[in-house]
T-cell receptor
């Protein structure tokens, strides 16, 4: 079955630690995205990538980093510079059209908690 | 900039009641509009979408019509079920090469038997 997988489902971070969230898709989509979701809030875009080895900052990129070495994979690192990392992180992917009509498909999410 | 405003929740309905969740937007371009649903502990699933004025998106008994004159995309369902309990997000993509979705804050729906 085609889809998006995220791992782990739960992740615990200690103070000063960097952690990496995994996102893999087998939908053959060119574009991938990372969103952060806080309770009672909508989703906010962290980073997105339209092509391998290229990515752009979203609205809340500070304290995060990404890489896109393979089309299928778009890992997100939450660095120690992110002072309030507790949130639900969602990865998404879509085809790459210019119309803006593309549907973004979401993974099941990773919940990050600070110890 | 782009923004989406949804009605505040939570919304509690009895089974078989009529559902409306209001959504209005502001956008710089000619946006595409989406409704996503999130069940507890899960990611978002596309519920329906509309890409031009007067289009009606529909899925699983849910409907929403793209109203450009009122900049609205209200979600409706004639008879809700307990299994419809979830958080519903309205979102837009302003188009013209933009890949960013702008989301509303979500509306939590609880359906009681």
């Amino acid at each position: 079955d085609g889809g998006i997988t995220q791992s782990p489902k739960y992740l615990f971070r200690k103070e000063g630690q960097n952690v990496t969230l995994s996102c893999e898709q087998n939908l053959n989509h060119d574009a991938m995205y990372w969103y952060r979701q806080d309770p009672g809030q909508g989703l906010r875009l962290i980073y997105y990538s339209q092509i391998v080895n290229d990515f752009q900052k979203g609205d809340i990129a500070e304290g995060y980093s990404v890489s896109r070495e393979k089309k299928e994979s778009f890992p997100l690192t939450v660095t120690s510079a992110q002072k309030n990392p507790t949130a639900f992180y969602l990865c998404a992917s879509s085809t790459l059209l210019t119309s803006g009509r593309e549907t973004q498909y979401f993974g099941p999410g990773t919940r990050l908690l600070v110890l | 900039g782009d923004s989406v405003t949804q009605m505040e929740g939570p919304v509690t309905l009895s089974e078989e009641a009529f559902l409306t969740i209001n959504c209005t937007y502001t956008a710089t371009g000619y946006p595409s509009l989406f409704w996503y649903v999130q069940y507890p502990g899960e990611g978002l699933q596309l519920l329906l979408k509309a890409t031009k004025a007067d289009d009606k998106g529909s899925n699983k008994g849910f409907e929403a019509t793209y109203r450009k004159e009122t900049t609205s995309f209200h979600l409706e369902k004639g008879s809700v079920q307990v299994s419809d309990s979830a958080v519903y997000f309205c979102a837009l993509n302003s188009g013209a090469g933009s890949y960013q979705l702008t989301f509303g804050k979500g509306t939590k729906l609880s359906v009681i038997p």
